[in-house]
T-cell receptor, first 110, second 115 residues
Framework: QKEVEQNSGPLSVPEGAIASLNCTYS??????FFWYRQYSGKSPELIMF????GDKEDGRFTAQLNKASQYVSLLIRDSQPSDSATYLC??????????FGKGTRLSVIA | GAVVSQHPSRVICKSGTSVKIECRSL??????MFWYRQFPKQSLMLMAT?????????EQGVEKDKFLINHASLTLSTLTVTSAHPEDSSFYIC???????????FGNGTRLTVT
């Protein structure tokens, strides 16, 4: 069974710090990796996706993928209180449905 | 960016009635749409996958006769919760994806409360 593991948190970081969110996955055939942000009571919102090993940067967000270690992470630089949310890691192989982790709750403290 | 519109955002209904939820992809053709359910403080649970013009594929434990899914066009999928019961109260979220490896985009969700 394909699994995506995330630490449920909460992860608390001070405002302005770097938040590091981690995710591991079990299916070596996974090809696409996504990070979603979900505020309480709202639906998930796509933040970033990454397909190749290495880093991908978009503004304050950096996604890192290491397929050999089956590990994907999301770094948030200069964390803001508005970044406080649950971050969902999602993984897909081929045309199959996304497999979601249970999410990590991030709390940025002003 | 890709926009997925879901309607209604909130619905309250009486036990035994049916509720229809619509999901539309506004600026792209969604070859595949997914329906999720999320209970409070729980993770997203995939209910079913629907491809335009074919029958939906339901996940284990999801009753296909209770949760009717129709994906009649490349921009519209509907989920009908038939004979709703209080235990069906949940946050239902649709999502849509274009062709290939394009990312999944979510609608704003429908909060269903069955009294």
């Amino acid at each position: 069974q394909k699994e995506v593991e995330q630490n449920s948190g909460p992860l608390s970081v001070p405002e302005g710090a770097i938040a590091s969110l981690n995710c591991t996955y079990s299916d070596r055939g996974s090809q696409s990796f996504f990070w979603y942000r979900q505020y309480s009571g709202k639906s998930p919102e796509l933040i970033m996706f990454i397909y190749s090993n290495g880093d991908k940067e978009d503004g304050r967000f950096t996604a890192q993928l290491n397929k050999a270690s089956q590990y994907v992470s999301l770094l948030i630089r200069d964390s803001q209180p508005s970044d406080s949310a649950t971050y969902l890691c999602a993984v897909r192989s081929g045309n199959t449905p996304l497999v979601f982790g249970k999410g990590t709750r991030l709390s940025v403290i002003a | 960016g890709a926009v997925v519109s879901q309607h209604p955002s909130r619905v309250i209904c009486k036990s035994g009635t049916s509720v229809k939820i619509e999901c539309r992809s506004l600026d792209f053709q969604a070859t595949t749409m997914f329906w999720y359910r999320q209970f409070p403080k729980q993770s997203l649970m995939l209910m079913a996958t629907s491809n335009e013009g074919s029958k939906a594929t339901y996940e284990q434990g999801v009753e296909k006769d209770k949760f009717l899914i129709n994906h009649a066009s490349l921009t519209l999928s509907t989920l009908t919760v038939t004979s709703a019961h209080p235990e069906d109260s949940s946050f239902y979220i649709c999502s849509a994806r274009g062709q290939g490896t394009s990312p999944l985009h979510f609608g704003n969700g429908t909060r269903l409360t069955v009294t």
